[in-house]
T-cell receptor, first 113, second 112 residues
């Protein structure tokens, strides 16, 4: 079974530039999550989708972060404009149903200079 | 989500059992206890979860205190590959917004 796919694996940008990350969940998984993991900390939930609807985006900095899952399958997380403190690994996860085991991708590492 | 408390780090020897503790004194009746681990440069992976009874799977065992205010993840025979950060997480079974809330976890070091 193919796992959660994320791209790009690495991205370096300057502050105030924009960046987008893509995630393709495991086939059939209705729930998709985006997490931000700053070095030395545990992952922090940014947004949760159920199919193409948002279930929880309470910790998403909406002035600069946006995410969409238009067809209920793959998802994109965008940051515009980026700040130095956005340097982190962005992890995508999916689950078959909301209360099931989460499967994580390898993450996209962002460095903002 | 209710809060959990774990030691920052633990060290063990290869091929010996490892007991990773977790305190969750404010756990509610509908909270499941989940454990995930994160190997270096990878995303977290599911290890085990339970509600009240002890649980076993091919990766580990989970021992839950009778009052549910603490639990212990048991790796029966640690290998170098088990070196990772282990997260103990409480997850409400009520559905809806149920993304996992990660703490800092326990950094497990395995000595050869």
């Amino acid at each position: 079974e193919a796992g959660v796919a994320q791209s790009p694996r690495y991205k370096i940008i300057e502050k105030r530039q924009s960046v987008a990350f893509w995630c393709n969940p495991i086939s059939g998984h209705a729930t998709l999550y985006w997490y931000q993991q700053i070095l030395g900390q545990g992952p922090k939930l940014l947004i949760q989708f159920q199919n193409n609807g948002v279930v929880d985006d309470s910790q998403l900095p909406k002035d600069r972060f946006s995410a969409e899952r238009l067809k209920g399958v793959d998802s994109t997380l965008k940051i515009q404009p980026a700040k130095l403190e956005d340097s982190a690994v962005y992890l995508c996860a999916s689950s078959f149903r909301g209360t099931g085991e989460l499967f994580f991708g390898e993450g996209s590492r962002l460095t903002v200079l | 989500d209710a809060k959990t408390t774990q030691p920052n780090s633990m060290e063990s020897n290869e091929e010996e059992p490892v007991h990773l503790p977790c305190n969750h004194s404010t756990i509610s009746g509908t909270d499941y206890i989940h454990w995930y681990r994160q190997l270096p440069s990878q995303g977290p992976e599911y290890v085990i979860h339970g509600l009240t009874s002890n649980v076993n799977n091919r990766m580990a065992s989970l021992a839950i205190a009778e009052d549910r205010k603490s639990s212990t993840l048991i790796l029966h025979r640690a290998t170098l590959r088990d070196a990772a950060v282990y997260y103990c997480i409480l997850r409400d079974s009520g559905g809806g917004a149920d993304g996992l809330t990660f703490g800092k976890g326990t950094h497990l070091i395995i000595q050869p």
